[in-house]
């Protein structure tokens, strides 16, 4: 049950970078990795403040500010100055492994003993309850976990509707515009450059505010932890839309979240089966790789039908 | 007022392949007055629109629009002044946003775009009346995306975003070379109505001689960088197809006399 629990948790909290990468990746069509980077970078952020005892929520907030900043510079790097955007990202993450060891003065810290989120969600929980353990339909679980999967439930659903909200508004309407059709966006008096700018600093900020609460979850933040996140992340949007499909705004987004959820309850159950954690990331990066090229190869497989037919 | 005083562009300067686009360009064109420009291939004349637009700066010579000197504005802040509509009809148009929320990207052109709300209701019904204008159907499909339209209906829908808001200057780059010609005379059609309608500036690159010699107030015509031939007033209107043909005939036979000279030239002396 609590292995459940924490899969669900682990998804929600997951979501905020498929939201990022969604982002990047779909409304930008911006192949931005500086994800791999910015991800540790609101962990590390986040540790290094609440060691320090700086108020959890302002300690998170910080590590969305992080994010946001290393996702513009990803942005500027790649319209100001011209570089590839693949490659401005990778220089991002690069320089970010060092940013990161010396916001942390090591390759780790551990969070435990701080006061966190999770700490309080804790208190909390054990004062709404008014015990430490939970009965749910038989299982017993700890008020721990129970606040945890709620809170982080809330926090996304809160945060997919602001996105939504704010993809409609006149700025974030020029900002999917921009991804779209770039002429067209200029034409329209749109400055195109600034808005691949502040999207990736918004999808960066939300990957690192996915870093940050990761940290306070598993209670350390590590210096190599976003490692793999961008493809992580493209998993959870590809499952999505599959899901929900890709028309309309709203729908990719919960897409997002569902595809976030589903993809570490996969990730649970695949381990609770014996794969060997090593192989995680492989595994994560063939799939990944079989949903990008399948709906090709089905095409492909379609046109070539009736031709051997006639053969 | 548009004014261009000796603009001049060279793409790929110091190269094979350099290519003296706009050689010394002067061209002041009066508000509200329609200009048609024709050329040969490679003349200039989609390269003198784009370099009022701003898709690339002169390397000399210097343009003004609505008296603002507008030559080293960036392509988005001359939007402010200028509406667009290119010859690709997917170049104009967000293929996979509905056909509202184009128009409300249109109705804050040259605006900061903040956290407000684009589709609001007053908006929204000035949107179903300006498209039932167009004839084209399209009135109760505003929620539909862009790319379910044909190529007609998007470059009709891309007229109507240039000039939502008055624009100081309409440019039209051969906004009908890519359409079927019934859908091309629709468009043209819809492109005299507008352009009257609001007495727009406009400059209008047309391959089509019949649209040259129907349509506009002043003529000019391009070759290789440089207007050759300017037609206003009286004379424009007299204008007809043949006299257009038989003035690139007159080009391209003195192109073949110049080019067969310099190769007698060439024998004798080299």
Redesign the interface.
């Known amino acids: 049950m609590s292995l459940l629990l924490g899969a669900l948790t682990l998804g929600f909290i997951f979501s905020l970078l498929a939201l990022g990468v969604f982002i990047s990746f779909r409304i930008f069509a911006f192949p931005d990795i500086t994800a791999d980077g910015s991800s540790a970078l609101g962990a590390a952020l986040a540790a290094m403040l609440l060691v320090h005892h700086v108020n959890p929520v302002l300690a998170t907030f910080a590590g969305f500010a992080g994010g946001f900043l290393a996702g513009t510079l990803t942005g500027m790097l790649a319209t100001k100055f011209k570089i590839n955007g693949l490659l401005a990202g990778i220089l991002v993450m690069t320089g970010l492994y060092s940013v990161n060891l010396h916001i942390m003065g090591r390759s780790n810290i551990s969070v435990l003993g701080s006061s966190t989120l999770s700490t309080y969600l804790d208190r909390v929980g054990t004062a709404l309850t008014r015990h430490n353990t939970l009965n749910v339909m038989g299982w017993e679980i700890t008020s721990l976990e129970a606040s945890l999967l709620i809170a982080s439930f809330l926090f996304i659903v809160l945060a997919g509707c602001l996105m939504y909200v704010?993809f409609?508004?006149?700025?974030g309407?020029?900002m999917?515009?921009t991804g779209?059709?770039h002429?067209?966006?200029?034409?329209?008096?749109?400055?195109?450059e600034n808005m691949i700018i502040l999207g990736l600093g918004l999808s960066n900020g939300l990957i690192a505010l996915a870093g940050a609460f990761i940290a306070q979850y598993q209670g350390f933040a590590d210096v190599q932890m976003g490692i793999g996140m961008v493809v992580w992340g493209l998993a959870s949007v590809i499952i999505g839309e599959a899901l929900v499909g890709t028309k309309q705004i709203g729908l990719s987004i919960t897409g997002a979240v569902m595809g976030s959820v589903l993809f570490r309850l996969l990730v649970a159950m695949a381990l609770r089966l014996g794969l060997n954690p090593n192989d995680l990331k492989l595994v994560t990066a063939l799939f990944v790789f079989a949903a990008l090229v399948t709906p090709e190869l089905l095409n492909r497989f379609k046109t070539l039908k009736p031709r051997s037919f006639h053969a | 007022m548009l004014e261009l005083r000796a603009v001049s562009k060279t793409f790929n300067p110091g190269t094979p392949n350099e290519l003296r686009a706009l050689q010394a360009v002067n061209l002041t064109v009066d508000d509200g007055l329609f200009v048609v420009i024709i050329g040969t291939n490679g003349s200039g004349k989609s390269t003198l629109l784009n370099a009022v637009?701003g898709s690339f700066f002169v390397d000399s010579g210097s343009i003004s629009l609505a008296a603002a000197e507008i030559t080293n504005w960036?392509?988005?802040?001359r939007?402010?002044l200028?509406g667009?509509v290119?010859q690709n009809p997917?170049?104009?148009?967000?293929?996979?946003?509905s056909i509202a929320?184009?128009l409300?990207?249109?109705a804050?052109?040259?605006?900061p775009?903040?956290?407000?709300?684009?589709?609001r209701k007053p908006l929204l019904g000035e949107m179903r009346e300006r498209v039932s204008h167009l004839n084209m159907g399209l009135d109760d499909r505003l929620k539909n995306p862009i790319g379910s339209l044909s190529g007609g209906q998007r470059q009709a829908l891309t007229l109507l975003?240039?000039t939502w808001l008055r624009p100081e200057l309409l440019l039209l780059d051969e906004h009908t070379a890519a359409l079927d010609p019934k859908s091309a005379d629709q468009v043209i059609a819809l492109t005299d109505t507008i352009v009257r309608r609001h007495k727009l500036t406009t400059l209008m690159v047309t391959h089509s001689m019949h649209q040259a010699a129907n349509l506009g107030d002043r003529l000019i015509m391009m070759h290789r960088g440089r207007v050759i031939q300017d037609f206003r007033g009286a004379e424009k209107k007299r204008i007809r197809v043949d006299d257009l043909v038989a003035r690139f005939e007159e080009v391209r036979r003195a192109e073949l006399l110049d080019e067969s000279a310099a190769e007698m030239l060439r024998r004798v002396y080299i």
Do not use: C
Request: charged fraction near 25%; aromatic fraction near 8%.
């Open positions: 704010f409609q508004t006149n700025l309407t020029a999917r515009a779209d059709n002429e067209m966006v200029r034409a329209l008096g749109i400055n195109n | 637009a960036p392509e988005h802040r939007a402010k200028i667009r290119f997917f170049s104009g148009t967000a293929a996979n946003m929320e184009n409300a990207l249109a804050y052109r040259g605006k775009r903040r956290l407000d709300w684009p589709l975003m240039a």
